[in-house]
């Protein structure tokens, strides 16, 4: 990655060094450090800040028809689009995401068309929609003609907070949104993989954003981040990442009541019918083979026939008996690291918390013995859903695979969680299996498969978050509701 070996804040429109705190940043596979990122200093992040504000409230962006903002995005993807291996490279080293994955198309080559989906989404969006008055309240007093729109207009100035475990993806899903609906943007990744944030420097340089429209700031802690969540002039703080920081943003953001779209972590289900067990034995590969199980939708809670568990335990092992666990850049990987050695000690101790309280480890359960972050891909055959391997957020390939007596007991179970972001049902009976999705308390459900599409949204229950992202909702977000009630002479 020698192209980015001086990476470039971006600040009013001009590419920067920082001024503040130098950090490394490492190769999860490796441990070691392969690139030095200068961050931005207080300094720096409160002029990203008044850059966006004066953008936004200048109109130079907001003001132009959707059309032309679309545009220019456009130009932004086409750059971004053709940094694809480049961007590839970063994944690898920054993030760990074994090149060769399934996983690695939802890395690189997914977003890149969702940027594209999600400008024309936006322009197929109606900047005016009627609301349905009852034709008695359409005549007014006097006899003319009364008309309820809602209008749509931008949020503001909007700081994009993202995530390590799909950063790039992430990204897109923040800046792309906020600037086609005419906001400005102040894009502060995670400081472990802050090079897929960095190229939108680049980016909105090649494609000619008016300044302050985009600023790209790293940094080395959170000092910028809790700037982001409680200047005045932040009008919106769009955040991916765990639930406990999720719940300091809330508070940070409280006092200036901003608007909030938080995406935060999960402890999905996944529930096997009776007649969908053909289906169970890539259940664990699923999870651990996605990107170590850094994902905060996948299902790491599995639920199957009590009476049937011993059998499927052993089916699910087989395919992760023939994981490759290696060098991510390797195209022979199916399993890469975890991103930082406090994620791989996390691993290792749920895992021995499971079996302090009754859990069996099927498989894996340990640190291989080489050099990074790495996890064995390890089941767990856990007893019931109250043990602590299946109530937290491990975020990293370990499963907990649990026995249910009947349907009502597993979606019992499925439900007994503090979290609901996302959840699967498998089985033949497309009727039934829909049927028992209905019955979960989560944001998304996936019945025999799921949609990665700009057109379907996501969004967390209870501590997965809130609002939503893809999708019209994803989209609305950006945007604030003026109800226009205009009456005739």
Not at 128 to 151: C, D, K, V, W, Y
Request: aromatic share 6%; hydrophobic share 45%; glycine share 10%.
């Amino acid at each position: 990655m020698s192209g980015d070996a001086r990476p470039q804040l971006l600040i009013d429109g001009r590419a920067v060094s920082g001024e503040g705190e130098s950090f490394a940043v490492l190769n999860p596979a490796t441990g070691a450090a392969f690139a030095e990122v200068a961050g931005a200093s207080a300094a720096q992040m409160n002029a990203a800040i008044a850059a966006a504000r004066r953008a936004f409230d200048s109109g130079v962006w907001s003001g132009l028809p959707a059309k032309e903002r679309a545009a220019v995005l456009r130009r932004l993807m086409d750059y971004l689009a053709s940094q694809r291996d480049r961007l590839t490279d970063i994944v690898v080293r920054e993030a760990g995401c074994p090149v060769a994955s399934g996983t690695m198309f939802a890395q690189v080559r997914g977003p890149l068309q969702h940027g594209l989906d999600i400008i024309d989404f936006f322009l197929s969006l109606p900047e005016f929609e009627e609301n349905p008055l009852p034709f008695g309240e359409r005549i007014t007093m006097r006899g003319g003609a009364l008309q309820s729109l809602r209008r749509y207009e931008p949020v503001g100035v909007v700081a994009a907070i993202s995530a390590y475990n799909a950063p790039f993806y992430i990204n897109v899903w923040k800046v792309l949104p906020a600037l086609i609906a005419g906001n400005t943007v102040i894009l502060r990744p995670s400081p472990m993989t802050p090079f897929s944030a960095l190229i939108f420097t680049e980016a909105a340089l090649a494609a000619g954003l008016p300044p302050g429209v985009l600023n790209v700031v790293a940094e080395a802690g959170a000092e910028g981040a809790v700037t982001l969540s409680t200047h005045p002039d932040v009008d919106m703080v769009a955040f991916t990442g765990s639930s406990g920081v999720g719940k300091q943003l809330m508070a940070q953001a409280a006092p200036t009541m901003k608007r909030l779209q938080l995406e935060l972590g999960g402890k999905s289900a996944q529930i096997y019918l009776p007649d969908g067990l053909d289906q169970a034995a890539g259940a664990a590969a699923m999870v651990c083979l996605s990107h170590a199980g850094q994902g905060c939708v996948l299902g790491t809670r599995i639920f199957v026939p009590e009476a049937e568990k011993a059998r499927l335990l052993e089916a699910m092992a087989a395919p992760l008996s023939r994981a490759v666990i290696g060098d991510p850049a390797d195209p022979a990987t199916t399993l890469g690291p975890v991103i930082s050695a406090a994620q791989q000690e996390r691993c290792q101790r749920f895992v021995d918390l499971a079996v302090e309280a009754g859990a069996r480890v099927v498989c894996g359960g340990k640190k291989p013995d080489r050099p990074g972050f790495f996890f064995e891909p390890t089941i767990l055959d856990t007893p019931d859903n109250k043990n602590p391997a299946a109530q937290e957020e491990i975020f990293g390939p370990v499963v907990s695979v649990i026995g249910y007596r009947d349907i009502d007991h597993a979606v019992e179970m499925a439900n007994d969680s503090v979290y609901g972001l996302s959840g699967y049902v498998f089985g033949k009976d497309v009727k039934q299996a829909v049927a028992v999705a209905s019955r979960l308390r989560t944001g998304t459900v996936n019945v025999n498969g799921g949609a990665f599409s700009a057109y379907a949204s996501s969004g967390g229950w209870k501590l997965s978050g809130l609002a939503r992202e893809r999708g019209v909702e994803g989209l609305r977000i950006y945007q604030q509701i003026q109800v226009m009630n205009v009456q005739g002479a």
